[in-house]
């Protein structure tokens, strides 16, 4: 991947203390909501960002291609670093684990959309929800796939 830096200058922005820091967060961990960013960037020993300066650094970082959302649930998208390649989400609805596999799985069902529709899905951008491999044998966990 592109230094940081340099993609945010070549898009005419500059790497700011704010901007450094929440890419450390997702650098440290990924798949967070912009609250667990916050948490993360207050732990690491700089001053505390307000929300809205969380927010507003995540959209930046978000348009120059540095990080990338999914909605891994119905509540506030998750935030990762963006990879040299997409790829698809599966949320286990038992343990809530996210698991991330080559979006080439999908293709067969991808193509198959379009044919008949004309639609061309974008599958990076959600969660496929079901059972993890650990999960999928425990018949007390609510929720069936």
Known sequence: MDDPGEVLRRHGL???EQRRRVLGALTRRSHLT??????????????ELPP???YRTLDALEEVGLVEHTHLDHRAP?????????HLHLRCRGCGRV????????TPFADAVRGATGFV?????????????????????????
């Open 99 to 106: 698991i991330e596999v080559d979006p080439d799985l999908a």
């Open 78 to 86: 998750t935030y990762h670093r963006a990879g040299g390649h997409g």
């Open 14 to 16: 500059r790497m700011t």
């Open 34 to 47: 912009p609250d667990a960013v916050a948490v993360l960037v207050a732990a690491d020993g700089g001053p």
């Open 121 to 145: 899905a974008d599958l990076t951008h959600m969660a496929i929800h079901g059972r993890c491999a650990e999960c999928a044998g425990d018949t007390d966990t609510e929720g069936g796939a």
């Open 52 to 54: 809205s300066t969380i």
